[in-house]
C-alpha cells in the first residue's frame, strides 16, 4: 500500500435501468450481490478515504445499505436524470461527483466497474502503486490479447491489427493491450480539465484474460456460476 491511498476517492457507478440484464447490479454472485462484492473488494484493498457509490435507485441504496451498517467509508449519491439515461457516459455522473462532493485533499479518482466480478483487491492495490510510481495521469485496467481482429465499416471488411496479406506468426505477433473495463487510476484535476477518465501519460495494468469479462448480457450470466 502507498502512503498517500487516502489521497484517493472511489466511485462506483450504477445503474438500475439495464438493457442487458435487469438490475444486473444486484444480481447474486456466490453469497452477495454484485454491486455488494465490488465494494468489498475495494474495502478489502484498503484504497480510498470516500467510497462513493453512485445511483438512480433508493432502493439500491436500501437493499446495498443492509450490508455495511456500520461502514463510515460510504457516501450513497443519487444520480441526476441525466447521467442515468440509458446512453449517458459514465464521464457525465464522474463530473457530478467532482462537483458536487467536497473532495478536500483527495486529488486522485478511482472508478470500479462493478459488472466486472472477478475483479481481484490485489489488482486494485498493484494497479494503484503502478499509478502513483510512475506519475501517470490516468490508468486503466486490461488483458494482453495476441487475436487478430476485423472490422466491418461500410459493407466492407477491414483487418484492424495486422495485414491479412501478410500474416504473421501468432507467436511473433504483438501483443495487443485491451481494455476490459475493470478499474480506472485518474487525476482529479485532468479530469475536470479534459472531462475524460484517460487522458496525458496513461498506464495500465494487466489481468488475465479468464478475469477480464463483463457481466452485460444475459448469456454473461453463465461466467459467475464459479466465483
Not at 472477478?118 to 502513483?132: E, P, T, V
Not at 477518465?197 to 496513461?202: E, G, T, V, Y
Amino acid at each position: 500500500m502507498t502512503k498517500d491511498h487516502k489521497q484517493l476517492n472511489v466511485i462506483i457507478p450504477l445503474r438500475s435501468k439495464s438493457k442487458g440484464i435487469k438490475n444486473k447490479n444486484l444480481l447474486k454472485v456466490g453469497k452477495y450481490p454484485l454491486a455488494v462484492k465490488c465494494i468489498n473488494t475495494i474495502l478489502k484493498s484498503g484504497l480510498g478515504k470516500k467510497i462513493i457509490i453512485a445511483t438512480d435507485s433508493k432502493d439500491y441504496i436500501k437493499k446495498i445499505k443492509k450490508f455495511f451498517k456500520n461502514e463510515k467509508k460510504l457516501i450513497y449519491f443519487i444520480r441526476s436524470k441525466k447521467s442515468a439515461l440509458p446512453n449517458s457516459k459514465t464521464e457525465v455522473v464522474i463530473n457530478e461527483i467532482i462537483e458536487r462532493i467536497n473532495f478536500q485533499d483527495e486529488k486522485n479518482v478511482l472508478l470500479v466497474q462493478a459488472t466486472s466480478p472477478a475483479l481481484n483487491y490485489k489488482d486494485l492495490i498493484y494497479g494503484y502503486k503502478k499509478f502513483i510510481k510512475n506519475n501517470f495521469d490516468s490508468l486503466f485496467s486490461c488483458y494482453k490479447s495476441k487475436k487478430f481482429i476485423w472490422a466491418e465499416k461500410n459493407k466492407k471488411l477491414i483487418s484492424v491489427n495486422y495485414d491479412y496479406k501478410n500474416r504473421p506468426m501468432r507467436q511473433s505477433f504483438t501483443q495487443n493491450l485491451v481494455e476490459n473495463g475493470a478499474f480506472y487510476f485518474f487525476k482529479k484535476k485532468g479530469f475536470k480539465k479534459y472531462k475524460n477518465r484517460l487522458f496525458k501519460k496513461i498506464g495500465y495494468h494487466v489481468m488475465p484474460e479468464n478475469r477480464s469479462f463483463e457481466l452485460d448480457e444475459p448469456n454473461d450470466i453463465k461466467n459467475i456460476k464459479n466465483l
